[in-house]
């Protein structure tokens, strides 16, 4: 099952009837999540959409978001770990990737990129951190932010099981339903556009 919503997640998540198993972020956050950031665009404030998240997660879910590794300090990471503890950092490295769009290739053969994912889960326990390897990124074929299949993929498999509820609340590319085998899938975005490319992809549709 595939369904998609369009609008702002902080509204939208409480509406949901699904109780999801995984909930998985990649969204514009860093200082685009503060207004008095010159790189605040709008699209979140603050971290109302991971009180949201924590609210809707099975406690005995995970919550994952994706962050940059230039921006592990922000205050707004650390905020978040008041509603859910942080229970592990898994380091991904790729080799740049080329944005069309935006004019900016930064691909290297001699150079990579490193990027973290925050794992918020509900046991307290020692932090820790974990290499996953090197996933090349794909062809920007949906989305000038798309991340690897390959990286969904990994998250998927690690912290759910077949039957599960992923939510996807900053959907973007969507690519994050390429991953979803035998999983329910739930998309959250102001545009699904990127989205019903996807579906298209892979001979689904939303309901």
Known sequence: ???????????????????P??????????????????????????????????EKVDPKGVIVVFVPTQLM?????????????LTNVLTWTHSGWND????WDSRSDTKKWTNNICIFGQQHHA??????GHYPIEEL????????????????????KDGDTILDPFAGSGICAKACKNRDYIAIDFDLEPLSRVM???NASLV
């Open 1 to 19: 099952m595939y369904k998609g919503y369009e609008g702002d997640c902080v509204e939208i998540i409480p509406t949901i009837e699904e109780i």
């Open 141 to 160: 074929k949906y989305h000038p932010h798309q991340k690897p299949v390959g990286v969904y993929q990994y998250l998927i498999d690690r912290y759910s």
């Open 73 to 85: 300090m922000n205050s707004q990471y650390t905020a978040m770990c008041n509603y859910r503890p």
């Open 100 to 103: 069309i769009e935006r004019g």
């Open 21 to 54: 198993q995984l909930i998985i972020c990649d969204g514009p956050f860093g200082p685009r999540m503060s207004k008095d950031s010159s790189w605040y665009t709008g699209e979140v404030d603050g971290i109302d959409w991971f009180k949201a998240c924590h």
């Open 200 to 202: 298209k992809d892979i």
């Open 127 to 132: 932090e820790q951190s974990e290499y996953i």
